[in-house]
């Protein structure tokens, strides 16, 4: 399964993602979105990041 990534509305890499949100917490949010990508893969994976209102969206393929 591959992961896209999608910073503000734009596809952006795992590089960058890793360095708006951390390492560490990026993993955990694949993993939840994973299980809940499982459950309905209709349900938009997204999640505020940052101080400015950034939205981070975790899709699958």
Not at 29 to 44: A, Q
Not at 50 to 56: D, E, F, N
């Amino acid at each position: 399964m591959k992961t896209k990534f999608y910073l503000n509305g734009k596809k952006t890499t795992k590089k960058a993602a890793i360095e708006t949100v951390g390492a560490g917490r990026l993993e955990e949010m694949i993993k939840e979105s994973k299980e809940i990508f499982m459950e309905d893969p209709y349900v938009l994976n997204s999640y505020l990041v940052g101080a400015g209102g950034k939205t981070l969206t975790i899709e699958f393929c």
